[in-house]
Structure formats: structure tokens, C-alpha cells
T-cell receptor, first 114, second 118 residues
Framework: AQSVAQPEDQVNVAEGNPLTVKCTYSVSGNPYLFWYVQYPNRGLQFLLKYITGDNLVKGSYGFEAEFNKSQTSFHLKKPSALVSDSALYFCAVRDGSGGFKTIFGAGTRLFVKA | DTGVSQDPRHKITKRGQNVTFRCDPISEHNRLYWYRQTLGQGPEFLTYFQNEAQLEKSRLLSDRFSAERPKGSFSTLEIQRTEQGDSAMYLC????????????????FGPGTRLTVL
């Protein structure tokens, strides 16, 4: 069965500092991994994905994530946080070997302080 | 690209009533998903359509829930005999399976329908 864990309910960083939002996953087949962001009163927006290829993937708004197969992790990173990055971030996984069921984590709220 | 739209945006109903929600995906997307999201949780997968075929359905989904996607365009999600535990945000998403398309596997989400069961 697929599962996603986001171990931190909330991450606080100062503007200009690097940020990391953690995600670990479990899937029996090939993992398709995603990050989505949800701003207040707005729908979920796609940030980036890992399907195959380079372990470091770059996405929207300067975010990137590193796929680590041995640690079954897909942490979201940004070198320099902005106040406008404050939002709710969701990690998601799909078994790329079959099926289209996508499992989302519970979310991590990111607060960036000016 | 007009985005995914959902109707209504809000629905208040009494326990025991039936409700139906509509989702209009991005026109060229052949994949459509329904999710349920409660406060403090991530979206929970309900069901998946490829064109008009319902290919996956969550085992957690009660028999009171049914979804259709006639002609592979818009989709409806019906909840019969609503219960207070059905109160949640119901999200629809669509994606493309076009080979080689740059945004394959990315799900585009609608604004959701917030259901309150009294």
C-alpha cells in the first residue's frame, strides 16, 4: 500500500534563509512523487514532480526537491525563502507501476518571517 | 486554458438528503480525479476516470457515493443519504496522459465544493 509521511506539521524560517520541508514515502512499485502548494483561499497548485531521471528536480517559484531512493525521501527545498512562500505544502505519491491512485501527505504549514 | 471548475462552491444540506456536485475539467484532459479533504488533512483519493471509464475507486468509499463521467467530459459526484461525517471539501482534478506532453501526470485542481451537512 502507498503512504506518505510529512513529519513536520509546521516549519518556521526567516526570510532569506534556506528552507526544507520533509517527505518520506512508501510504494511497492516505481514512485511517482509530487509536491503541491495550497495558498489561503486558493486551490492546490502543482510545484514539481519526479517521475524518472535526475534525482534533483526543479519546479515553480525556485523550489526544488531531491529524490533519495535509499531513504525513500523526497524533501522540498529552496535556497532562499520569501515571505510569499508561506503556505501549506503537500507531498504526494503514486505507484508508477500501475494504477492512478495518488496518496497525499497531511501537509506541512510553512511560515516565513520577515 | 480556463482551468478546472466546480459547481457549486458551497453546499449546505440536512442529514439524509442527497447532493450532487459537478466538475468541468480542462477540456483536453482525459484523466479526472475526485478527492475529499477535511480540515488539517491532505486530499483523500476517492475515484479516478480515464475518459468515461471509472478505473479506480477507493475501498474507503461508501456505497452512498457514486461518480459518473458521461462522454468523458464533465463529471458528477453524488452522495446519497448524507451524514454529518460527509462534511468536507470535495476536490476535482484533471490531467493529461498525452505521450511526451510536458505536463503529463500533473494534476490541475479545481477550487472545490465545500459541503456542510447539518
Amino acid at each position: 500500500a502507498q503512504s506518505v509521511a510529512q513529519p513536520e506539521d509546521q516549519v518556521n524560517v526567516a526570510e532569506g534563509n534556506p528552507l526544507t520541508v520533509k517527505c518520506t514515502y512508501s510504494v511497492s512499485g516505481n514512485p511517482y512523487l509530487f509536491w503541491y502548494v495550497q495558498y489561503p483561499n486558493r486551490g492546490l497548485q502543482f510545484l514539481l514532480k519526479y517521475i524518472t531521471g535526475d534525482n534533483l528536480v526543479k519546479g515553480s517559484y525556485g523550489f526544488e526537491a531531491e529524490f533519495n531512493k535509499s531513504q525513500t525521501s523526497f524533501h522540498l527545498k529552496k535556497p532562499s525563502a520569501l515571505v510569499s512562500d508561506s503556505a501549506l505544502y503537500f507531498c504526494a505519491v503514486r505507484d508508477g507501476s500501475g494504477g492512478f491512485k495518488t496518496i497525499f501527505g497531511a501537509g506541512t504549514r510553512l511560515f516565513v518571517k520577515a | 486554458d480556463t482551468g478546472v471548475s466546480q459547481d457549486p462552491r458551497h453546499k449546505i444540506t440536512k442529514r439524509g438528503q442527497n447532493v450532487t456536485f459537478r466538475c468541468d475539467p480542462i477540456s483536453e484532459h482525459n484523466r479526472l480525479y475526485w478527492y475529499r479533504q477535511t480540515l488539517g488533512q491532505g486530499p483523500e483519493f476517492l475515484t479516478y476516470f480515464q475518459n468515461e471509464a471509472q478505473l479506480e475507486k477507493s475501498r474507503l468509499l461508501s456505497d452512498r457515493f457514486s461518480a459518473e463521467r458521461p462522454k468523458g467530459s464533465f463529471s458528477t459526484l453524488e452522495i446519497q443519504r448524507t451524514e454529518q461525517g460527509d462534511s468536507a471539501m470535495y476536490l476535482c482534478a484533471s490531467s493529461s496522459s498525452g505521450q511526451g506532453a510536458p505536463r503529463v501526470n500533473e494534476q490541475f485542481f479545481g477550487p472545490g465544493t465545500r459541503l456542510t451537512v447539518l
